[in-house]
C-alpha cells in the first residue's frame, strides 16, 4: 500500500538569531510584539499549504485576525 500524499510541510527551521535581522526589527519598531507574531503566524500559514498560500490579501487578514484576536492587539485594522 502507498503512502498517502501529504500535502504541506510537518515543520520548518527558523534561525536562532530571527529576531536579530533588519526586517524583523523594522517590524518590531513599527508594530511590536504583534507585528513579530502575525510574521510567524503567516509563515505557518504558508507553509502549512506547501511553500506559497493561494488566497487574496484580505482574506489572509481575516484569517490571522481570527487566530490572533482582536483582543490580544486592540486594534482591528492593524492586520488588515
Known amino acids: 500500500m502507498a503512502r498517502p500524499f501529504k500535502q504541506g510541510l510537518d515543520y520548518f527551521p ?3 538569531d530571527i ?7 523594522e517590524l518590531n519598531f513599527k508594530y511590536g510584539y504583534l507585528g513579530e507574531i502575525i510574521y510567524i503566524r ?5 507553509y502549512r ?3 506559497y498560500i493561494e ?12 487566530l490572533i484576536g ?3 492587539s ?3 485594522n492593524l492586520i488588515e
Open 19 to 25: 529576531f536579530d535581522g533588519a526586517k524583523i526589527k
Open 70 to 72: 482582536t483582543s490580544v
Open 55 to 66: 488566497k487574496t490579501v484580505p482574506a489572509v487578514a481575516k484569517q490571522l485576525v481570527r
Open 42 to 46: 503567516l509563515l505557518t500559514l504558508i
Open 49 to 51: 499549504n506547501g511553500y
Open 74 to 76: 486592540g486594534k482591528d
Open 14 to 16: 527558523i534561525d536562532v
